[in-house]
């Protein structure tokens, strides 16, 4: 019937209103972001190419091959980072899998310990390690009073304050992950598991850990890019002795101006955290890690 | 008393026991995790202008001090404001993207969902100097509206992904009843949907709020003039010396976050949760 | 509201098409349900009964088609506006309403006033037989008043239209028997045209004025139930209704015949390039004697199966085809079963010789 094909055109532009209507829900807050994310690092990726006078050149980026203590700023940010993930993992798994076995209430009550630092704000817990780990601070006085060293030891504005500081801010985003993940194991797996012949031990490692590598690979992921680029924790707790990509990015900004280095920094840095998340995805459903936290 | 210890703790019958390292671990762990949080708490007291604990005189003149200050108090105000706004700003926006995207039938979902994730993933320090760069040419630097903008979009991640969860595990069939009953769409959202959902949306409240509360980078570069943030103030002051004016802040901060947290907690419990 | 609902809809579906991607969830469908008329669409999941109600509800937009409710063209009007009434499979109750908050929320939308609404809700809770429920809450109820609930919600505002996707899956075998002759009678009582979705054919030929059964996004019969359990057109409504075997059948001229000897049979023939014969269980018999007037089909008893009330026997023919029959058990009967190897003849009547189209679709 003749009438019924006039409807199709009809009917078409009805389905692409509705949707544009709906899509057009999100588009405020995409709007925002394209306006204040993307288009600025866009435009900074283009900065980067600007050099000292104004000129296109790739000085930027040929300074951190060529200098030295730029690429030393690239090794020292990868190597705390790897050094955070990996405290991080050895310190919060065992808790992790310490609650997952607990009872519901109880787990709860120590997940507090675990949400509390979480909640409380950065600057705080950095000021906080800041003042424990002085040369008169409390870690040191406790230590020598137990008699663990004698001397006061030098445990801020280098690399091991900045790693404790950072391992204590990054664990939560590892425990939750990892804790979500153990609690979605199915506890038969372990009777059965039992049962066909294995020790605790075996059983363990054939069929717990290797159920909670997703939520732990999801946790680690997480902690290992935000180490990447942070920021506070090592200007602090490394006294500018320690400088990580984010700190260098901040310098050439604030003492030099020197948008071009930055931008170029700004871009590496960003290019490696993309990539790393990037091989992550192929492993894992990144809307679960962005999920994981909460 | 110790029988306790032999009695079993795990589907594979480890006994407590063995599995008490477990135990001394977790416990040293947690405390560790949680004692420098409330350490600062008893410092903020001390009399004295080192940084010492435990405190060997008790006086409250930091707080006196930062109460008394106009630089401090104008900071303070100026980061309730900033978190207010971004709370207001962003928590409307987010639910609605939140929804759009999730009643979406368009294959550009992903892709949009990922675009308004990116702020949390990208690392600050670059949102920072992009949105100085920005603001410079806009001419919104070291002004509230800019701080608002900035931490909106570190906030609407958050929105999205606790809102979002929250939709997914709502039975939409009712949307389609309220529907078939007489309502138009927005209608059945507001009467159905979102009364459901307000446990998600309050606490995509509070997170806006801390988030924008606590947020350092951006705000150490857009933020000064008329319009410094808490959080700018507290990071130069450590940086430059350390004053135990910050000790007493940082109480503030921490009571603050948890009554949030308490909040949060208290209306964020629907009837499905655990 | 008054006692039945005055000028119920007809409703008639032209050309409706809907495609995903390569997918014909609904293939160039048109439908014609008579003016109060309880109408089943029947059909197992995926073949598009539940989109072609989303289409009439006004939930699923299709590529093309008309939909008229009487006269007036509906098919671009937007669901909150074309005024009926809509029963979910898993009730859709708003949970954070009393009962009296759900049933009155169409009527809050239509401007009711106030009073009028609470006594239009208590007569439609009173219709469902939850008089006085008013004020419980949902999580209160059990499922069978939930659905009663679900259904007051969708008669309380009178529309001409019903339409119900599954509303009884979700409820236990004895609930569900109680529930579909509660439905019928308030069909008989309300009178407004009804249409239903269901995978469950006993369900929809005890409901039903006629069923339509679909599959793969077409209607493969649209009848009666008695004229879909007596004269299916095609095999999949013949497998589909109740249970049944095929036999190969060949034409010669006007003769069929199965294994060289012809039938005898009173039903029509249909006009098919194959042909095959449809047995129903009980309705092929063991013969006792041999009549010229009767079918007859020599075969194997494979099994026999006590159930009670009857027997089920599967005998196997010589071309290897398996058949069922079922009969009654009375006193004497099972003696005279035969047993299992045994040779047997069995009887079908000309007026259950039913042939239809033997292609496969």
């Known amino acids: ?294 | 008393m110790f029988g306790w210890l032999r009695k079993p703790a795990s589907e594979t019958q480890v006994t407590h026991g063995q599995r008490l390292w477990l135990y001394v671990f977790a416990a040293i762990t947690m405390l560790l995790l949680v004692t420098p949080t409330l350490i600062v708490i008893p410092m903020s007291f001390s009399e004295s202008q080192y940084l010492e604990f435990p405190p060997k005189n008790w006086s409250t003149r930091w707080y006196e001090h930062y109460f008394s200050s106009p630089e401090w108090m104008l900071a303070t105000v100026t980061s309730l404001k900033a978190a207010f706004l971004t709370m207001l700003v962003a928590t409307p926006i987010g639910v609605v993207a939140a929804y759009g995207l999730h009643a979406s039938k368009v294959k550009f979902i992903r892709i949009a969902f990922v675009l308004l994730i990116t702020p949390m993933m990208v690392p600050v320090v670059l949102v920072a100097i992009g949105a100085f760069y920005a603001y410079v040419k806009l001419g919104i630097l070291y002004t509230l509206t800019g701080l608002v903008l900035a931490h909106t979009i570190l906030a609407l991640p958050l929105v999205l992904i606790v809102t979002g969860s929250a939709l997914k595990s709502y039975d939409m069939n009712q949307e389609l009843a309220a529907r078939s009953l007489g309502a138009p769409r927005w209608k059945a959202f507001l009467t159905i949907t979102l009364p459901q959902i307000r446990f998600a949306v309050v606490t995509s409240a509070l997170l806006s709020f801390l988030t924008s509360f606590d947020e350092v980078v951006i705000a150490m570069f857009i933020s000064g003039g008329d319009n410094p943030t808490l959080t700018r103030n507290m990071f130069n002051a450590l940086r430059d010396q350390i004053d135990p004016t910050i000790a007493s802040i940082s109480t503030i901060m921490i009571v603050v976050t948890s009554i949030m947290m308490v909040l949060a907690q208290v209306f964020g419990r629907s009837k499905a949760d655990k | 509201m008054t006692d039945s609902i005055q000028g119920a809809l007809p409703i008639t579906a032209r050309n409706i098409t809907k495609t995903y991607g390569k997918v014909h969830a609904l293939d160039d469908v048109s439908l014609d349900v008579k003016s109060g008329e309880f109408l089943t669409l029947l059909g197992p999941s995926g073949s598009g009964k539940t989109t072609l109600l989303m289409v009439l509800a006004g939930f699923t937009r299709p590529d093309q088609g008309s939909l008229k409710f009487g006269d007036q063209e509906m098919i671009r009007t937007a669901p909150h506006l074309r005024d009926v009434g809509m029963v979910f499979q898993n009730y859709a109750l708003f949970p954070h309403m009393t009962v009296a908050g759900n049933v009155g929320y169409p009527l809050r939308l239509r401007n009711v006033p106030m009073p009028e609404i609470s006594q239009r809700i208590e007569k439609a809770l009173e219709t469902v037989q939850l008089g006085g429920y008013g004020t419980r809450k949902i999580d209160q109820l059990s499922g069978g008043q939930k659905q009663r609930v679900a259904l007051a919600r969708s008669i309380v505002f009178e529309p001409r239209i019903l339409l119900m996707d599954e509303p009884l899956s979700a409820l236990d075998k004895k609930l569900r028997d109680r529930m579909q002759i509660e439905l019928r009678h308030l069909h008989e009582k309300l009178g407004m045209t009804t249409v239903y979705v269901t995978h469950d054919q006993r369900e929809a030929l005890t409901m039903s004025d006629r069923i339509a059964v679909v599959n793969h996004g077409r209607i493969m019969q649209l009848a009666t139930p008695q004229g879909l359990y007596e004269q299916p057109t095609n095999r999949f409504v013949a497998d589909f209704i109740g249970d049944s075997t095929f036999l190969s059948v060949e034409r010669h001229g006007d003769q069929i015949t199965y294994n060289g000897v012809p039938l005898k049979t009173s039903r029509p023939v249909p006009d098919a390039a194959s042909l095959v014969l449809m047995l129903r269980p009980e309705r092929v018999r063991l013969a006792t004697k041999t009549t010229k007037t009767v079918n007859e089909f020599q075969a194997t008893a494979s099994e026999l199966v006590y159930q009670g009330d009857s027997y089920l026997m599967y005998a196997t023919m010589p071309d290897g085809t398996e058949i069922s029959l079922r009969g009654a058990i009375r006193q004497g009967t099972v003696a005279a079963l035969p047993k299992i190897g045994d040779h047997v003849t069995l009887a079908l009547e000309p007026g259950d010789t039913v042939l239809i189209d033997g292609r496969d679709v």
């Open chain 1, 1 to 294: 019937m003749a009438s019924a094909f006039i409807y199709a055109d009809g009917l078409r532009r009805d389905e692409r209103l509705e949707r544009l209507k709906l899509f057009g829900l999100s588009s405020p807050a995409i709007l925002l972001v394209l306006v204040i994310l993307v288009i600025p690092v866009g435009w900074l990726f283009f900065v980067s190419f600007i050099g000292a006078d104004g000129q296109f050149s790739m000085e930027n980026y040929e300074r951190m091959i060529t200098r030295k203590s730029y690429f030393r700023i690239f090794i020292t940010t990868f190597k705390i980072s790897l050094f955070a993930t990996a405290l991080c993992i050895l310190i919060g798994y065992p808790l992790a899998y310490f609650m997952s076995q607990l009872p519901n209430r109880i787990a709860n009550l120590c997940m507090i310990t675990v949400l509390l630092p979480f909640w409380t704000s950065l600057l705080v817990r950095t000021y906080a390690w800041l003042v424990l780990l002085q040369k008169r601070g409390l870690v040191n006085d406790w230590a020598i009073s137990l008699g663990l060293w004698d001397e006061p030891i030098k445990m801020v504005h280098n690399m091991t304050g900045t790693l404790i500081g950072m391992v204590h801010i990054m664990l939560p985003f590892l425990i939750l992950p990892v804790y979500s993940a153990m609690k979605q194991i199915d506890r038969d797996l372990l009777k059965a598991a039992s049962n066909l012949g294995a020790s605790p031990r075996r059983a363990f490692w054939t069929v717990f850990f290797p159920l909670s590598t997703p939520g732990l690979f999801a946790g680690a992921l997480m902690v290992f890019v935000l180490c990447l680029g942070f920021f506070v924790t090592p200007a602090v707790l490394g006294g500018g002795k320690v400088i990580m990509v984010s700190m260098k990015i901040v310098s050439n900004i604030e003492l030099f101006v020197n948008w071009g280095a930055a931008s170029a920094l700004g871009v590496v840095l960003l290019t490696l955290t993309v990539f790393v998340l990037w091989i992550a995805s192929r492993f894992l459903n990144l809307e679960n890690i962005a999920g994981g936290g909460h």
